[in-house]
């Protein structure tokens, strides 16, 4: 954790323009060498990710810096994503997130208290006990390491956006019902594509009494989810796909499952960020993309593309961009490096052993099914 000391040289940093940023930038990483890895999620602008040292999403890139094994893990992304970094991390690597502030919204809408008063809720409808048997809990990666003990502790799992499905079958094949946690778009998606009907959902609400939903609505329920959402992937509507398929007739929409059942459903194909690019990149060249996602992404995919002729663009011309990844600047960047140097640790994101252990079950079960 910053000290005040730090956190005042922190505003040193942040009165400077970008640009001075990128030599000091260079010259401490160079002067760090293999004690530091840099991980850059796709989210992320290009200012920052143009020196991250392994692009990905959140969970490959958790893995890449395990592998690596440098000292220092400074992760430019969100919160959930550096507390993942530190529950794979080795033994005496130090995960750091440049900007404590940079959270994720859909994440803090699973609050481990209230998802805890569900699963009393659940328990005492007779839906299952304290151990799991009757609801298996999935949390998406996108969550508090808490929320992803939680799952542990009950025999439930992580899931990404790509092995969602795998998943669901996992849970299905032990218990009868599943609680999603904490995207409802990602679980309301992929139960569907799993077979399950709309009316077999239902919404938890925590800030309802029981969640919103009677004894008996919960009894038919195979799956419940939780109220949660991404502000990004939310944003894109229906009506979207329909104006751009008059517009470009022959592009293809993609989008990632993080969005409305209702804009997944129109689309052409799902996939998590890995999954989009892949699409795009097995795509004939003159192939032309409506892409789902983070606008950063997308103007990367734009530029990366153009090259082979593919064109791609927003669904929402107005774009999407993740105001809290956005926090991670290249001032915020030089700080966390140049105070490395300095052989002092700023911003470190440490999950408590307890935690870290029943947060590892829970990922190491979707390791087995992946
Ligand atoms: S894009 Fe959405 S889910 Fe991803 S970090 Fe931002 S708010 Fe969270």
């Not at 799992?157 to 092995?163: E, G, L, P």
């Not at 009868?176 to 077979?195: E, K, V």
């Not at 004939?284 to 993309?289: A, K, L, Q, T, V």
């Amino acid at each position: 954790m910053a000290s005040t000391a730090d956190v005042c040289s922190l505003q040193t940093y942040l009165d400077l323009p970008d640009h001075t940023m990128d030599q000091r930038i260079f010259a401490a990483k160079a002067k760090l060498g293999s004690d530091v890895v840099i991980l850059g999620h796709h989210y992320q602008r290009d200012e920052v990710i143009r020196f991250a040292d392994f692009r990905g999403d959140s969970y490959k890139l958790s893995q890449e810096a395990a592998r690596a094994g440098g000292k220092f893990i400074v992760f430019c992304g969100v919160h959930f994503m550096a507390e993942s970094a530190d529950i794979l991390a080795q033994p005496g690597q130090i995960t750091i997130l440049p900007d404590l502030n940079a959270g994720c919204s859909m994440a803090d809408m699973a609050e481990i208290t209230e998802v805890e008063d569900c699963w009393e809720t659940l328990v005492r409808a007779g839906l299952t006990n304290e151990c799991g048997d009757g609801v298996t809990p999935i949390t998406y990666m996108n969550s508090s390491a808490a929320i992803k003990a939680f799952c542990g502790q009950r025999g439930g799992i992580v899931c990404t956006s790509s092995n969602a499905p795998a998943a669901f079958r996992w849970a299905l094949a032990k218990s009868s019902r599943i609680l999603f946690l904490p995207d409802q778009h990602l679980g309301r998606n992929t139960g569907y594509a799993q077979g399950i009907a709309l009316r077999e959902m239902v919404v938890w609400n925590p800030y309802l009494l029981n969640g919103g939903l009677d004894r008996e609505r919960l009894r038919e329920a195979r799956v419940v989810l939780w109220k949660g959402h991404c502000s990004v992937h939310q944003r894109f509507l229906p009506e979207h796909v329909d104006r751009v398929r008059i517009q470009h007739p022959g592009i293809r929409v993609i989008v990632h499952p993080e969005c409305r059942w209702e804009v997944c459903q129109k689309a052409d194909a799902t996939g998590s960020t890995e999954g989009l690019l892949s699409i795009i990149r097995q795509a004939p060249s003159g192939s032309r993309f409506a892409v789902g996602t983070e606008i950063h992404l997308v103007n990367r995919m734009r530029k990366e593309f153009a090259g082979e002729q593919k064109n791609v663009q927003s669904l929402d011309q107005s774009g999407c961009l993740c105001t809290t990844m956005f926090r991670i600047s290249p001032q915020h960047l030089c700080w966390t490096l140049e105070n490395l140097v300095d052989r002092n640790v700023v911003n470190q994101i440490k999950v408590p052993e307890q935690v870290k252990h029943w947060a590892r079950v829970a990922l190491d079960r979707m390791l087995e099914i992946s």
